[in-house]
């Protein structure tokens, strides 16, 4: 027998979440959070838009290969061709789903110039076709909260008369709210026929800050799936975030009687792995997963917390995964040490890994009497699987009052050292001149963001850097001890990624437009 009450967790991390600008992902890095996500208990993984570029396709296809557990979906636009190379990816999966959509708001449908009949031919064509390919297909109508109530009942109809399985309702803008949600769903599943016969799944934006309750209600009107991404990564303001979902249905299961998969001790760790592949940090105060979500500064909270923790907690730092801060290291502890603090934080290292991990750990230590988890984890976020054409060998900074901000600098590039001395209006304007300098590149600074990963002077900098060039943006990370070391390295991390990206052939998400149905 079925649970009624069992919601079902699709994660779009790797789809929806790193189509955000700057998000982009290497294979590695998303057969990592593929592996966590599964491991964590969530039920389906998009793992990516297999024709939107070669990168994304052999990325959906490894994963769908690792996946255990999972159901494996991939995204496919309304045509044939689409959902053909999204069936190559997904099918070597143990349990593979297609996902069609189509914008079927008045504002999308003229964009591919289709006429609600042709537009409904359509539907009707490309969701019998994946449904001849897989038994396990979803369809969406994208922008379906502003799509006219009488033309979205015709089009689920459709599609479920041509096999769809799961029925996905997205907000595509964040426009809706908890109410018009609810009523939303609730009215679809009383209206259309064979409803009953589907899973009716609820797909978020958060424009409007509103992506997790509209999610919770929609449950309340009758979906059972909630599409989400950890830490809400996605376009604009991002997508409903896994964590609040899941940990609101726990913490108030007084009121939202709903249960899910998913082991909510692993949010943490999944939490910062994404947050380091993807550039984007999580904001201090983000519900379950920021930096400030259980620490208490106030005098009256940090009494009542000492006196009874459920004063002022709602839920055990321990129920997401969050340990208390402890030192751990310093720099006589040895290799067997580092292997079982980093496997306690969530890194399971291959000897390779760790000997490259451990001579980092040691160069740390030098420098930083104290290791804390945090500068741990800084230090996993360092180095990719990018393969570097660009390195830092040495770098020697002149900066101070009244004297000029110059940086002297040597780069290893495609294996040449190259050496320059440039100055600029500070220590890091001058570096990044200097790189600027020794490797002529037309990218645009987008974002330079600097935080103290632990309390302290010496504390290490985390450094995200997000370059821009035609279109195509990276983020670059770096953690050191010494801040403009680490801007440098996360500048030149983020260059290397771009250069990826320049490489790679065939089109990415930059030049695959949604709105081309066609
Ligand atoms: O937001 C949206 O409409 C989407 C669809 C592709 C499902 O992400
Ligand atoms: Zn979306």
Redesign the pocket.
Known sequence: MTDKNRVVIFD?TL??GE?SPGATMSHAEKLEIAGLLDEMGVDIIEAGFPIASEGDFEAVKAISKQTKEAVICG?ARANFKDIDRCWEAVKHAKKPRI?T?I?TSELHRAIPNLTMDEMADRIHETVSHARNLCENVQW?P???TRTEWDYLCRVVEIAIKAGATTI?I????GYTAPNESADLIRRLIAHVPGADEVVFAT?C?NDLGMATANSLAAVEGGARQI?CTINGL??RAG?TALEEVVMAMKVRHDIIPFTTGIDSTKLMNISRRVAAVSGFAVQFNKAIVGKNAFAHESGIHQDGMLKNAETFEIMRPEDVGLSETNLVMGKHSGRAALRSKLSELGFDLGDNQLKDVFVRFKALADQKKEIYDEDLIALMQVGSDVEDRIKLVALQVSCGMDLEKSAEMSLSIDGQTHSTRQTGDGPVDAAFNAVKALFEHSARLQLYQVSAVTEGTDAQATVSVRLEEGGKIATGQSADVDTVVASVRAYIDALNRLLVRREKSGGDLAEVS?KDAG
Do not use: I, K, W
């Open positions: 779009t789809r929806d189509q995204l996902h959509f914008g969406s994208m922008d379906a996905n997205p907000d595509t803008v797909h934006h599409e996605g376009e997508n949604y």
